[in-house]
């Protein structure tokens, strides 16, 4: 045997005590908000060459198998729905168990134009008050579409009864920072009875800080004029059109 010979079966001897590498598993199943299976869900594994993917059965579990061990990224996504991205560091014949939860696609963008005059959203409301918020609820809900909040209330300038305090939701907009801090004081305009929602959102809500109304980007162009104001003529206003 010549020494090319020679070298070309010991590198073959090596490569079979090595063996094939042992690939990695990903594994997991995919929920909504309320914990039931999600069919249909594309799984993909975005930073591997041919780009594997699976999709989840009716128990809303998945499967990746033969995967590069290594660091990867993986996405759950499913039309309606806002994706879900993890990463995950696997190890040679390792089965990680990634799970998700996607959350509705329903954060609503928000329309300048279509907050109503301001006589109007009196007429609108079944609550116009002014409040200072006194809790926000902190939990880590999977899908934070709302945030439950309670209010002192300063006055309820239209109300069915006398209020000293109120609970109300503030739900999902595009951007919006929620929930509003403890402390933070505010003219709200409500819908419903048993359940208060801002009416228009951020729209018609007005910011107050040291009794002058604050200028806030979500704050319908209707009613620019009043920032920089006394928040006691706006009242006198609200007053006025009950």
């Given at each position: 045997?010549?020494?090319?010979?020679?070298?070309?079966?010991?590198?073959?001897?090596?490569?079979?005590?090595?063996?094939?590498?042992?690939?990695?598993t990903i594994a997991g199943v995919v929920l909504d908000a309320r914990g039931a299976p999600m069919l249909g869900v594309a799984i993909t594994i975005l930073d591997t060459h041919g780009t594997p993917k699976a999709t989840t059965g009716p128990d809303g579990r998945y499967s990746l198998g033969r995967l590069t061990p290594g660091r990867h990224a993986i996405r759950a996504a499913i039309a309606g729905f806002a994706w879900r991205e993890e990463r995950v560091d696997l190890k040679a014949g390792e089965t990680a168990r990634i799970d998700f939860v996607l959350c509705p696609a329903l954060a609503r963008e928000i329309n300048f134009i279509g907050a109503p005059p301001l006589a109007e959203l009196v007429a609108q409301a079944s609550l116009v008050a002014h409040i200072r918020v006194t809790f926000s609820d902190p939990s880590e809900a999977p899908c934070r579409g709302e945030a439950r909040l309670e209010a002192a209330v300063i006055?309820?300038?239209?109300?069915?009864?006398?209020?000293?305090?109120?609970?109300?939701f503030q739900d999902q907009w595009m951007e919006e920072a929620t929930p509003y801090p403890v402390g933070t004081e505010l003219i709200v305009f409500f819908r419903g009875r048993e359940r208060l929602v801002r009416l228009h959102g951020p729209l018609a809500v007005f910011l107050v800080r040291d009794g002058t109304i604050q200028p806030s980007k979500f704050l319908s162009p209707n009613f620019s004029g009043y920032v920089g104001r006394p928040v006691k003529n706006l009242l006198h206003e609200l007053r006025a059109m009950r």
């Amino acid at each position: 045997m010549n020494l090319q010979a020679a070298r070309v079966a010991a590198l073959v001897s090596l490569i079979s005590a090595a063996g094939p590498q042992a690939s990695a598993t990903i594994a997991g199943v995919v929920l909504d908000a309320r914990g039931a299976p999600m069919l249909g869900v594309a799984i993909t594994i975005l930073d591997t060459h041919g780009t594997p993917k699976a999709t989840t059965g009716p128990d809303g579990r998945y499967s990746l198998g033969r995967l590069t061990p290594g660091r990867h990224a993986i996405r759950a996504a499913i039309a309606g729905f806002a994706w879900r991205e993890e990463r995950v560091d696997l190890k040679a014949g390792e089965t990680a168990r990634i799970d998700f939860v996607l959350c509705p696609a329903l954060a609503r963008e928000i329309n300048f134009i279509g907050a109503p005059p301001l006589a109007e959203l009196v007429a609108q409301a079944s609550l116009v008050a002014h409040i200072r918020v006194t809790f926000s609820d902190p939990s880590e809900a999977p899908c934070r579409g709302e945030a439950r909040l309670e209010a002192a209330v300063i006055e309820a300038v239209k109300a069915d009864a006398v209020l000293s305090s109120l609970t109300f939701f503030q739900d999902q907009w595009m951007e919006e920072a929620t929930p509003y801090p403890v402390g933070t004081e505010l003219i709200v305009f409500f819908r419903g009875r048993e359940r208060l929602v801002r009416l228009h959102g951020p729209l018609a809500v007005f910011l107050v800080r040291d009794g002058t109304i604050q200028p806030s980007k979500f704050l319908s162009p209707n009613f620019s004029g009043y920032v920089g104001r006394p928040v006691k003529n706006l009242l006198h206003e609200l007053r006025a059109m009950r």
